[in-house]
């Protein structure tokens, strides 16, 4: 049976078929169809074969070892994380190493793996936001009596949390618990003057 | 016997998590686009393995890896929309220089600078439009998808992005040759109806485009309208006006909603915010304008009727070039959609090649 080619390159205004005289020219070529100029790159994984779908060998003997999530599917491979047997259909070949589907979850859930990580909030970028929003927007500034004490909570309470997956300093926090902090200063001494000419 | 069998299990564990958190080493590629609608920022960075695409929101972001291992193409398409941008800056540009030139001893000082800022930004957006060069999109390929780059949004900048991307593809994959090239069979022809290129998980919902060609119909009206006004004043301008105005807000939220995860061209559905964004231009600029007027010198309740009439108004030249410049936006985006609209339906119908 002759290997699946993966795929083809296909214009992506009018999705019709492009020419493979068009790809790697190192100049712009036109659509035959829409007329679009198009800089094509193609790569050796264009003609890679597709890999056939496996769902595990059956046991043959009591001397082989079973998966543990189908025990009667022969072992192919160990998870790097956990160490259990897993056959053909449960091995997950990720970044060159092989895990169960169970320590994939957990590993993405705990954070254990970096690049399974597909979103992550930026308490920085919150904590900051709290500070400078309000006193921008015009009758912000009442409120920030609360969300001064919010940024510096938020800033204290995620200050070893991941940020971003790109490295960043802590100049955020920094500039959030100062900003903060002066103006729960200024609330007090308002607060302070008023009870003095209010008690006056 | 491997070094990792001698291991004790736990210990095992422990190295295996230290190398997969281990700290990446990124760097950042050119370019990056705002995108206003979204409220968000995309950028691209270069890993070790993997290409990282960032959309970030503000208070998150969301990543996206492309392992060099797995990518078999980039395609570059160039566009149009920087050259259209440009003439509507540069327009824009134009006008507000004529009158800021044209007023400069009659406005008051306050209006003057106000005028001025708002000059300066429109001059300021036409030359970043000139240096920053013509405009493309860009996607990769997969075997599983294809992903827009929307990062790469200018030719020149994706240029040197892509040359960058090619050599740690290559030095992961190697080089595909003329040779090899020549035993890509024929690639199958995908239906004729055209789809929402971008995301494998959504598929494109079938959509004729209906809403579309009212909502274009309406621009297109509604900029004839305005620029009647200009020549001929008519009575009747200001209900006509209201009317057409509810009627365009109102297909616009649908035809917004109805273009979401829809088959129709990426090109119409930003042509849909472009309007978007005419139309919220128009409703802010002329509420200024009207409070503005309203809180001039003497004015009495006689002149404000007149005014709300449509009268007075139209013979102040800001108003007239304010409204010469949303009748030109409509008139474009209108046309432009229509034509397009037009295309994709006609595409629909033809049968597959």
Redesign the interface.
Known sequence: MPEAISSSMYCTECRSPLSPAKMNSGNWSLCDRCKAELYIVAFPAMLRPLQPAHTGDVLISDSESGCFYHPQKRAAATCEYCGRFLCALCEIDWNGKRYCAGCIEAGKTKGRFKNLDTRRILYDDVALALTILPVILIFGIYFTFLTAPAAIFIALRYWNAPSSIIPRSKARFIIAIILAAIQIVAWLVLIYFLLRSWFN | MACADLLP?KE??QL??LT?????N?SKLAGYRLRMIRMSRNTL?LGK??L?M?R?H????????F?Y??????????TSSGTVWMILWGFIALVCLVVLISQLKDWPRILLVLWGILTAIAVYAFLENVIRGGTC?C?L???AH?QELSSLSRIRAA?KA?AAI?AR??HQ????S?E????????????AQ??H?GSAQTAAEYYDGTLHIFLFAAFISSGLLVSLQVILRFSAYEAISAILNVVLWVFMVLALIRQRQSSL?NSIKRLVWYGFGAALFSAISSSAYGLLYLFSPGMNPWRVLRAMKGYETSDSLPWLVLSLVVAAIYLLLGTLGLLRVLRYRA?LKRPPA
């Open positions: 299990v095992l564990v295996t998590t997969e958190t281990e700290q990446q990124y960075w393995d993997h990282l960032i970030n503000g208070f998150t972001e969301e990543y996206k890896r392992y291992q797995d990518i078999q193409g980039l395609i570059l398409r160039k999109v996607h390929r997969t075997a294809i240029m892509v090619i593809i290559e994959q190697g080089f595909l003329p090899q090239l020549t035993t890509v069979p024929a690639a199958p022809l995908l239906s055209p789809q290129v061209s595409e």
